[in-house]
């Protein structure tokens, strides 16, 4: 690695967005968003297309400025001070394009240089690189003859090369086979175990759900929540659904249920009932006290509350026109 | 983005089978495969691993993207391509012109007829093609999207820039190489001496450098494709002028009446001419790419500065040495007078609004503000440096050819130069007055006051007709002073040595006039005061 630099001694936030906007004539693209992120920790941005998720993280990565507000990397202001900004970050965007006559070991030997790696220094950090995101064997392929998958490593690898203290990758999944993904997942995680601080955005939420410490959902330019997958869950006031089964008949069942008022049966097949329920963990954990308590032989009690895209669509959904 | 995990997956494992001898990809069976070249360290011991610690140590001091291109482009077809009709040229002129001249060949001096082929041989790749090269280069990057991996890096604009020129120049040395062998056999030959061979050969390499320099600001000017294919344009346009130059100055100066102190003279001042034009022209083009919140301006302004020096010295030293003709004084200072209204138009486009970080380094003394204010981005300050800075180089040149002169001095000079400041401070300031209310709805691209400039340029060529025929039936036939609106005959007529100085003193105070009124809406960027560098910054360049 290289010898920590007293740029780590920065205990803030490292990366902190205030009341960011961004308009492009009428569309607001980015609407008084600010969160931050302590170090060492991996941040998920969530949102549907157009949300303007890549309009934020390119400002960050001081690609873009923003109309108002200030987004900042360790402290640094990415609007006033890019170079500083610059030399910490990696940033992964979501289309990029590539040279000609180029191939993978000279992409990233190029890149190295570019970040002012000379020598000894660069020769390791390429093949660390090369070694982390298993391009090891890809070093002689052009460019141009890289399957979506591996242009996404090398992208990555890229980001990587200077060892940046902060990464920002703009849905680095997209296009990726399922083992690939796990890949990712391990990739995301041990940098984030090096004290990496890594944002990270996606359509989906499933997708992040195992890599993010937190998440914060934006549509429309706004965040909507931030928090981790529970605490987001845990506060909405939401429609769950539920699928208990009993040992014996329905009708007792069905009886204490229906003395509910927010219970809605749904369909009831043999020792199977399907119903919602509206609230969150608490109301579900009341409900399942009541039934037992009304000595009904519970053999299954299981909700969907795990169907992260229903927390996404429920959230997202209408919540900003 | 294609968001078909199938599809993915079935590339994906296109990919594997291909690189199957490879292995696994995803990491886990690396260690058979050794790594690439590139990420080893040289561990050769003796001769050879000395010689390769050496190389590999130069080539850290070299701009990355030169190494880059070299890379690259030595596999591009472009440049392959080039490279080897340049060499069929070559010989094919070498056979043709030995079999033309055949039995003198043996006798008779011939080299000198040989160099005309050669010349066109290296100038039309080096002033044609390697500029348009580089134009081409730096705006796919812009286009594909690979710049935007490239400024995040640690890469500052201007290396950008420069090794993008490096790579131009690279280019060069090759072809220039490939036809060495050729200017040794005109040599052989005799008939041409190596002055004149060098000389050639240093205007030939500075022209298409200037025009590489400029063809790389070409290629900033916009992220358009419509933009960029009229900047290619523009770039082919001053290729084809460059091309005719450099052939008039080489063909006909050097070559046919030879090299004398003369020439030796123009061809000194052309490079140093030359090379401040590349400085400004690099200079601009890493300022186009620079962070928006950077200060983009005061370095191009000190630029400009030694630019006019230099423009001025220059004819300054031909006027007094080798031809004392006061016409000479007077395009002098047509191209000052041109020159910094167009400089003051870009200016125009400057925002006035500064970011805290430009403001972090304004100058914060008094005799500092009061000196270097002018210096600062901004259109007011702009056009007061253009218009101040143009009138002092204008000044002092027209009194040189006034005291120089003396023996004919017809004071034509003088009056020229009064026509002069008249049109850079009443045409910038025309368009400055209204580059405010435009601005405020059109934005600021450069390209607004530049199309400005035109239209007042176009109409002021028009109006004295328009007025005339309107009043008096007929355009008039002589020059009046209506007729000072157009400035292209009022030029030629101060040219001509036959300018009433009642006129001259007409157009200095019209354009005097705007230039005050102009004043009126500066006191806004008077009042920049310098900003503290947040204690963040500091601490952070204290730990580096
Ligand atoms: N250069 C631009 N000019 C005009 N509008 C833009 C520009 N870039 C983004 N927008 C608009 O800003 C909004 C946010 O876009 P952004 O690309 O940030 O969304 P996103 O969350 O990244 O979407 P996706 O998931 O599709 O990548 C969109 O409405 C888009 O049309
Ligand atoms: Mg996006």
Partial sequence: MIPESPALSWDGPVIELQNLCRNFGETRAVDHVSFTVPRGSVFGYIGPNGAGKTTSMRILATLGLPTSGEALVEGLSAINDPERVRSRLGFMPDSFGTYADTNCAEYLDFFARAQGLIGRERTRRLRWVMDFTGLRGLANKPIRGLSKGMRQRLCLGRALVHDPAVLILDEPAAGLDPRARIDLRRIIRSLAAENKTILISSHILTELSEMCDRVGIIEQGKLLATGTFEEIRGTLKQNREIVIRVAGETDDAMRSLQSFEDVEVLSSEGHKIHFTIHGGDQRQMDLLRSLIGAGIELLEYSSRDDSLEDVFLQITEGRVQ | ?544
Wanted: some cysteine; charged content about 15%; overall charge neutral.
């Fill in chain 2, 1 to 544: 983005m294609s968001d078909h995990p199938e599809k993915a997956l079935a590339i994906d494992k296109n990919g594997l089978s291909k690189s199957d001898q490879n292995g696994d990809v995803c990491g886990d069976a690396e260690a058979e495969f050794p790594y690439h070249w590139l990420a080893l360290d040289v561990e050769r011991d003796g001769f050879w691993g000395k010689v390769d610690h050496a190389s590999r140590r130069v080539a850290e001091w070299f701009n990355p993207i030169l190494v880059k291109e070299a890379r690259q482009s030595l596999k591009s077809r472009q440049f392959i391509i080039t490279f080897f009709l340049l060499l069929i040229a070559s010989c094919f002129w070498t056979v043709f012109g030995v079999i033309v001249n055949a039995p003198n060949v043996y006798y008779v001096p011939t080299g000198d007829a040989m160099i005309y082929g050669y010349y066109f041989v290296l100038a039309i790749p080096l002033i044609g093609m390697v500029p348009l090269a580089a134009q081409r280069s730096l705006a796919a990057e812009i286009d594909e999207q690979t710049f935007e991996m490239l400024v995040i890096t640690k890469l500052s604009s201007m290396r950008i820039v420069m090794g993008k020129l490096n790579s131009a120049m690279l280019q060069m040395l090759i072809y220039f190489a490939a036809i060495v062998p050729c200017l040794a056999f005109t040599y052989l030959l005799r008939g041409i001496d190596l002055l004149t061979i060098t000389t050639l050969i240093v205007v030939i390499f500075f022209t298409a450098l200037v025009v590489t320099a400029a063809a790389l600001m070409m290629a900033t000017l916009t992220e358009k494709r419509a933009g960029q294919t009229l900047a290619l344009l523009a770039t082919i346009f001053v290729v084809f002028i460059a091309e005719i130059w450099c052939a008039a100055f080489c063909l006909d100066a050097i070559l046919r009446r030879g090299v004398d102190s003369e020439e030796l003279v123009l061809t000194g001042l052309f490079v140093i001419v030359g090379l401040s034009c590349v400085a400004l022209f690099v200079k601009v083009a890493a300022s186009r790419i620079a962070p928006v919140t950077e200060n983009r301006s005061t370095g191009l302004r000190y630029l400009m500065f030694l630019q006019q020096l230099i423009w001025a010295g220059s004819i300054g030293l031909i006027f007094l040495f080798l031809d004392g003709d006061e016409d000479l004084v007077s395009i002098g200072n047509l191209v000052i007078g041109t020159y910094w209204l167009l400089m003051g138009t870009f200016m125009l486009a400057e925002s006035p609004e500064l970011s805290p970080r430009v403001q972090r380094g304004l100058p914060s003394t008094f005799a500092g503000r009061a000196i270097l204010t002018w210096f600062n981005p901004g259109p007011g300050t702009g056009f007061v440096y253009a218009v101040a800075t143009g009138t002092a180089g204008i000044t002092v040149m027209a009194l040189l050819g006034m005291t120089a002169g003396g023996r004919s001095s017809s004071g034509q000079s003088l009056l020229f130069a009064m026509v002069m400041v008249g049109y850079l401070t009443g045409y910038l300031g025309i368009v400055r007055l209204l580059m405010i209310p435009l601005s405020r709805r059109l934005g600021r691209a450069f390209t607004l006051p530049v199309s400005i400039l035109a239209s007042v340029l176009l109409l002021s060529l028009l109006l004295p007709s328009v007025i005339s025929v309107a009043t008096t039936g007929s355009t008039g036939g002589s020059y009046a002073a209506i007729d000072t609106f157009n400035w292209a005959w009022t030029i030629s007529e101060a040219m001509d040595r036959r300018f009433s100085p009642n006129l001259a003193v007409l157009i200095l105070l019209v354009g005097g006039v705007i230039a005050l009124l102009n004043l009126a809406f500066l006191f806004r960027e008077f009042d920049y005061r310098r900003i503290a560098v947040p204690q963040r910054v500091l601490d952070d360049s204290a730990g580096e």
